[in-house]
């Protein structure tokens, strides 16, 4: 494998959703190709906040992004300003909080739904504004963006397990019917990507409670799933629970870029 990778967030997915329904993504551990771990999500256990917990180290205290109501540009240095900066190409297929997050704040959806060849963080995106924009156009949004950009960084953020969660709750068929959906999605795709060169990682912003909410401290609302396919990981399920703040360094480490000086530093286990 190269240094590219592939960062696939799905919004909302619980860590035990993820491991009673997500087969596809198992089969990878029992062949040996992909590594399985529990990421204990930071505080509060709200998506915008939690985007810019994933995409630049930082907790909220520092960050300031403390709700889903803040809306403005990121003051930290997030994954798509480290990669420009290192002479990379970054890219994403995004909900429109990662563009008011990293490239313009509010979101216009006439002009920037589609951001391609841009001088901001984020090199070239394709947002998308309602929550139930279906997955299957998302993933194939940035399988258009590998194959026309090849970019070194792609993001690629998913809503749909997230808005059947709070339609129906967690303890819902269309909720796990949702998961089973996304995994079949990424059976589809990922072969072609990890053909490409590409290390992956899948993980989630947050959980999902009984009432088909999340924002507080239970294992529901924190306890999310991470899946990483490369070769710089002794592959397995471990036992570890990993900091949600350790996840920026580790795509750091990955990209084999600079991390930013506000990052933890990388203690991530099993890493060759």
């Not at 002794?234 to 990052?263: F, R």
Request: negative net charge; proline residues 5%; glycine residues 6%.
């Amino acid at each position: 494998m190269s240094n590219k990778l592939a960062f696939i967030m799905l919004d909302g997915l619980r860590y035990d959703t993820a491991v009673s329904q997500m087969g596809y993504l198992h089969h990878l551990i029992e062949m040996g190709k992909a590594s399985r771990f529990k990421v204990k999500s930071e505080l509060p256990s709200l998506s915008r906040p939690l985007y810019e917990v994933l995409l630049t180290g930082t907790p909220v205290f520092k960050n300031g992004i403390t709700s889903n109501q803040t809306v403005r540009l990121s003051h930290e240095e997030s994954l798509f300003h480290l990669t420009k900066k290192a002479g990379l190409k970054n890219a994403t297929a995004s909900y429109f909080w990662v563009s008011e997050l990293y490239n313009s704040a509010p979101f216009h959806p006439v002009t920037d739904r589609i951001q391609l060849n841009t001088e901001k963080a984020i090199q070239h995106g394709i947002f998308y504004w309602e929550d139930h924009y279906p997955d299957s156009h998302l993933f194939y949004d940035a399988n258009f963006l590998m194959d026309q950009y090849e970019p070194d960084f792609l993001y690629i953020h998913s809503m749909n397990i997230d808005n059947d969660g709070h339609l129906f709750t967690a303890d819902s068929k269309e909720y796990r019917n949702r998961v089973i959906a996304v995994d079949i999605l990424l059976a589809n795709i990922l072969p072609k990507w990890m053909e490409a060169g590409y290390q992956i990682i899948v993980t989630a912003d947050h959980g999902m409670n009984r009432d088909g909410q999340h924002g507080g401290t239970t294992a529901a609302d924190r306890d999310v799933p991470l899946f990483i396919i490369t070769d710089k990981l002794k592959h397995g399920m471990y036992e570890e629970v990993i900091p949600q703040l350790q996840i920026a360094p580790l795509a750091c480490e990955l990209l084999n870029i600079q991390p930013s000086s506000a990052m933890q530093k990388l203690s991530f286990p099993k890493l060759k």
